[in-house]
């Protein structure tokens, strides 16, 4: 037996319950000056999600080979210049790292 979740819709088997996943993201949304534009929902209410992103997981980044939610960098670093908005002191933080840091943080990401 395993968890019932979704009001009874799924149970969750007990070989995957109880189980720490890093995925390396806050799953919420942030203005990164790359959204798209369109609401989460279509309802007026939502307007001010169009231009903001989920933040999508970091695990398995070594497998894409383009970065970001677009399609429009293909490179980390690429992607980590294009992020702005509420992104752009950790832009700057990276930038402030020297060229032997942020190749130690490129591989972390690569090791995800």
């Given amino acids: 037996m395993g ?9 969750v088997p007990a070989a995957l319950g109880n ?3 890093r995925p390396y993201s806050d799953f919420l949304l942030h203005g990164v000056g790359t959204g798209d534009g369109i609401p989460l929902l279509p309802e007026p209410a939502y307007a001010f999600t169009a231009n903001k992103m989920r933040t999508a997981p970091l695990w398995g980044l070594r497998t894409r080979n383009r ?22 002191a950790v832009t700057a933080r990276f930038n402030g790292l020297d060229a032997g840091q942020q190749r130690q943080l490129l591989q972390f990401l690569d090791s995800l």
């Fill in 3 to 11: 968890t019932v979740i979704n009001g009874g819709a799924f149970n």
């Fill in 19 to 21: 189980k720490v996943i």
């Fill in 67 to 88: 970065p970001m939610h677009d399609g429009l960098s293909f490179t980390k670093q690429e992607a980590i210049q294009r992020h702005a908005g509420q992104a752009r």
